[in-house]
């Protein structure tokens, strides 16, 4: 799989050449810290199996209810990895019900994967974790939040926030199998609710093709990945009180 993007670096004009140059450094950086950090790496059909931890939360930190504090989980794994929360043992369900449209990750995706908590209350203390899995490997972080005012009322605009719109959920690069059906998660937050868009490699809006599809929950569905479809993806996630945008990076492999 790697050969592929070695070569796709020699074939892409100079602005894509670029990127690609930029997450294969990351990858490079992965491999010199792969063997201390990566949890049951394997070897399965050929490829290295792989699930690490690049960025957690730090140890603890203090919150004021009327604010809202931002856990972020960073983490890079083969299947492409998936990110769940908890708070005090318990799980925190972030989305709607049409988040369960998702479809599971192929075998043969390595994804970066990036998870943001909006934690907007706190009382006393609590312990949040960071639960990272893909395939049969699992990571976590924890952090320990502190309250700063020891208040447990939360002021109206507070119920509100976050007002602008927070992508909480993005991969930063995917790689899969050409022919594959592939799934971008752009997971959005805010009030009133984003409205998402994709945009393709070539700027153009994904609704221009029928083989891509923008589901409810934000998600971006590829049907049968194609090499043309190298390069960064962008969603857009706006309402009246702002936009943020994150972009993924997309690798079409040929299967080994």
């Known amino acids: 799989m790697y050969l592929v993007l070695l070569v796709a670096t020699v074939l892409l004009g100079c602005s894509r050449s670029a990127n ?25 059909s050929g490829s290295r199996k792989f699930l690490s931890i690049a960025q957690r939360p ?20 083969t299947p492409a990895p998936s990110v769940h929360w908890f708070k005090n043992d318990a799980p925190v369900y972030e989305y709607d019900v049409e988040s369960n449209e998702l479809i599971d990750s192929n075998p043969s995706s390595l994804a970066r994967i990036i998870s943001t908590l909006l934690v907007t209350k706190t009382v006393g203390r609590d312990v949040y974790t960071c639960v990272v899995t893909a395939g049969a490997k699992t990571a976590r972080a924890t952090t320990i939040v502190y309250s700063k005012d020891g208040s447990t009322q939360l002021s109206e605009r507070a119920k509100l926030n976050p007002l602008e719109p927070r992508i909480v959920v993005t991969y930063e690069m995917y790689v899969d199998n050409i022919g594959n059906n592939i799934v971008l998660p752009c997971r959005a937050k805010g009030h009133p609710r984003p409205r998402v868009v994709w945009v393709d490699n070539k700027g153009d809006n994904v609704k221009k093709d029928p083989r891509m599809k923008v589901l409810r929950s934000g998600e971006l569905v590829i049907l049968s990945l194609r090499w043309s479809d190298m390069g960064e993806f962008t969603c857009y996630a706006s309402n009246v009180f702002g936009s943020q945008h994150a972009k993924t990076f997309v690798y079409p492999a040929r299967a080994e």
Do not use: F, W
């Open 20 to 44: 690609v140059n930029k997450h294969m450094r990351m990858l490079s950086e992965l491999d010199n810290t792969i063997e201390n950090n990566a949890v049951l790496p394997t070897k399965q």
């Open 58 to 77: 730090l140890a603890n930190y203090t919150h004021s209810n009327n604010e809202v504090l931002e856990l972020t989980c960073d983490a890079v794994g």
